[in-house]
């Protein structure tokens, strides 16, 4: 989402900050939740990117509501867009590679640190 974005949501509908915050906080804590109690890695990868997702929300609402002139929260949303890309390319292959010699994405049966 857009500075733009935010401030016509702002001046037309008097949406409030804490709207955005509760769901940023949301979507943390089912990515939180996620990570915690998942076993497929493919399924943890997802829930790192909605806790991603969530520290998007803020930057950019915070950014629109505190200084709406200035691009800050889209410029720190386009650096997390960026290592979000480059995360999920990193995760997808050490997944990839941890299948081909385990024959499973299932945290509780991989074992590679021991001897």
Excluded: H
């Excluded at 037309?12 to 906080?25: E, G, P, Q, R, T």
């Excluded at 996620?34 to 803020?58: C, D, F, Y």
């Excluded at 999920?88 to 499973?104: E, F, N, P, Q």
Aim: with cysteine; charged share 10%.
């Amino acid at each position: 989402m857009s500075i733009a974005l935010f401030k016509i949501l702002i001046a037309n509908y008097d949406i409030k900050l804490w709207y955005f915050l509760v769901i940023s906080a949301i979507l943390f804590c089912i990515g939180i939740f996620g990570v915690l109690t998942r076993r497929n890695l493919v399924q943890i990868l997802m829930s790192i990117e909605l806790i991603l997702n969530a520290a998007m929300i803020n930057f950019v609402a915070f950014s629109a509501y505190q200084k709406p002139e200035s691009q800050l929260g889209t410029i720190f949303t386009i650096f997390i867009i960026i290592v979000a890309a480059c995360e999920v390319g990193i995760g997808l292959a050490i997944i990839l590679s941890i299948y081909r010699g385990k024959s499973t994405t299932d945290i509780s049966k991989i074992n590679i640190l021991k001897w």
